[in-house]
């Protein structure tokens, strides 16, 4: 049996809002199993140039992602909403195992099924190298961005 993930679609800008950032900081968790658990058993993924399909491939390309992609940290913005699709904005930023920092830059759209879960993520995304110096994205640990720490909309990029 399927369970929900309020909020549920048809998505007003509250719902939208709050699925951003429940999907935020679900990523910076950096779980893949509790990140795997908001899209449906079949969802369909482009990342990139890479096409997933189902949890199984969405959890191995995180656990992928996330043993290359270091000291992840990611901040999301609500973009649009209508019905049950949302289209969002972000930046991560992330070092490889050099120290070589980066920032990635994407738009993601989603669509959801009507218990809520992602039935489909379509995102592009570009890396800038970047210096440590340069990094807007600093708070401790793995886990979600602390309320008063800037978002998209107050960086300057």
Do not use: C
């Not at 509250?14 to 893949?32: I, Y």
């Not at 110096?133 to 909309?153: F, K, N, Q, T, V």
């Amino acid at each position: 049996m399927t369970t929900g993930k309020p909020p549920l679609p048809p998505f007003d800008r509250e719902g939208a809002l709050r699925k951003v950032r429940m999907a935020e900081d679900a990523w910076n968790s950096r779980d893949p199993e509790r990140v795997a658990l908001a899209y449906t058993e079949d969802s369909f993924w482009r990342n990139r140039a890479e096409i997933l399909r189902g949890r199984d491939q969405i959890r191995e390309f995180l656990r992928r992602k996330w043993d290359k992609e270091l000291d992840y940290r990611l901040v999301k913005e609500l973009w649009a909403h209508a019905g049950n699709r949302i289209a969002v904005r972000f930046q991560y930023e992330w070092r490889d195992d050099s120290g070589q920092w980066y920032r990635a830059y994407g738009n993601e759209n989603w669509e959801f099924d009507e218990q809520g879960l992602m039935r489909r993520r379509e995102a592009s995304i570009n890396d800038k190298p970047i210096s440590e110096g340069e990094r807007r994205w600093r708070w401790d640990s793995a886990g979600p961005r602390p309320a008063d720490h800037p978002g998209l909309i107050d960086s300057p990029e």
